[in-house]
């Protein structure tokens, strides 16, 4: 089991929560943890290296997002998955994404059509990744093409669909990678 370890420093406890919200989420997106698997202190504390604190407010925070569930007096879990809610992600990510890249075309400027160029080169030149079938590769490959398409995206001007884009897109990719 490979550590995600966050390190010590004078960071107040909502750096800690910060940081440890990311590497968490990342874990519950990438499959490490679950779905339905019980998130125990004991393991979360031992694997991101911080204490409690840190770890129920970002607990607090995936549950908002829907990537955890709490049970009264049991802690929480990983959210379940199901072929419903699939294709529910799916397609209103379908829909989102279209919103955004229609208001995108309609408001997009010369630098948001630079950001999408300067995006589809670095995604043309990380096609290499692909070829490997290395995981941490297929990982940067994707960091890559979620660059190209939030560049398309951006131009709506919606920090709001924005937002609803993103989480979408993460919950989708917790499919893809299961």
């Known amino acids: ?28 997106l990438t499959g ?5 698997e019980k998130l125990k202190m004991a393991r979360l504390k031992e694997r991101y290296q911080v204490g409690v604190s840190p770890l129920r407010e970002a607990l607090s925070q995936l549950l908002v997002e829907q990537l955890v569930i709490v049970e009264n007096q049991r802690g929480f879990t990983v959210h379940p998955i199901s072929a419903e809610e699939m ?17 995108a075309v309609e408001l997009g400027d010369d630098a948001w059509e630079a950001g999408i160029l300067a995006a589809a080169h670095q995604l043309k030149k990380s096609a290499a990744l692909l070829d490997e079938n290395n995981p941490d590769d297929i990982q940067r490959w994707e960091v ?10 951006s131009g709506c ?8 884009r993103r989480s979408l897109y ?7 990678n299961l």
């Open 157 to 164: 001007a919606s920090p709001t669909l924005l937002h609803v």
């Open 170 to 176: 993460e919950k989708a990719s917790r499919y893809r």
């Open 144 to 153: 890559i093409h979620q660059a190209f398409h939030t560049a398309i995206a």
């Open 32 to 36: 490490y943890f679950k779905p339905g």
């Open 1 to 28: 089991m490979t550590e995600a370890t966050i390190t010590p420093t004078t960071q107040s406890s909502d750096n800690f929560a910060t940081q440890v919200l990311g590497q968490l989420k990342q874990d519950i």
């Open 87 to 103: 294709q529910d992600i799916y397609h209103t990510r379908a829909q989102i994404e279209g919103l955004c890249v229609s208001q």
